[in-house]
């Protein structure tokens, strides 16, 4: 599956962390996507052939970004008999491995929203500043 995924992702990680590919227009995605729409459409493949999924948000230690930082990554996991949970990077084209830093899992990407809200105020601007270390050896 994960390699069905990636494959038809076509691999492409774009500037802003997008994955483009024909399939995901026609999946509703306008022609691309980021990790969470991937993984969104893997555990829509694994539900769609009876597998339970679920998903997973949470860091890369190995990812390369154009900028260098730590950002929010998703994959998704999936329940095989006789294994147990086990995840899956359709984004890189990968297992899921140490490198992977979970935070929290769901049966979906609304419930592993690390940050949610809102205010009200005049002259007001939002901002998140974050700072993430991932040390692997």
Do not use: K
Not at 12 to 17: D, L, P, S
Not at 50 to 74: K, M, N, W
């Amino acid at each position: 599956m994960d390699n069905l995924v990636t494959t038809a992702a076509n691999g492409q990680i774009g500037r802003e962390a997008a994955v483009r590919h024909p399939i995901l227009n026609g999946w509703g995605v306008a022609g691309g996507g980021a990790c969470r729409d991937v993984t969104a459409l893997f555990m829509a493949a694994c539900r769609s052939l009876g597998i339970a999924a679920r998903f997973v948000s949470g860091y890369q230690a190995e990812a390369d970004t154009p900028d260098g930082r730590r950002h929010l990554h998703a994959w998704p996991e999936a329940f095989l008999p006789g294994v147990g949970w086990r995840g899956f990077d359709p984004t890189h084209g990968l297992a899921v491995t140490g490198g992977h830093v979970a935070l929290c899992a769901a049966p979906d990407q609304a419930a592993t929203m690390p940050i949610e809200g809102g205010f009200h105020g005049d002259g007001v601007a939002p901002t998140l500043e974050y700072d993430v270390q991932i040390a692997t050896g």
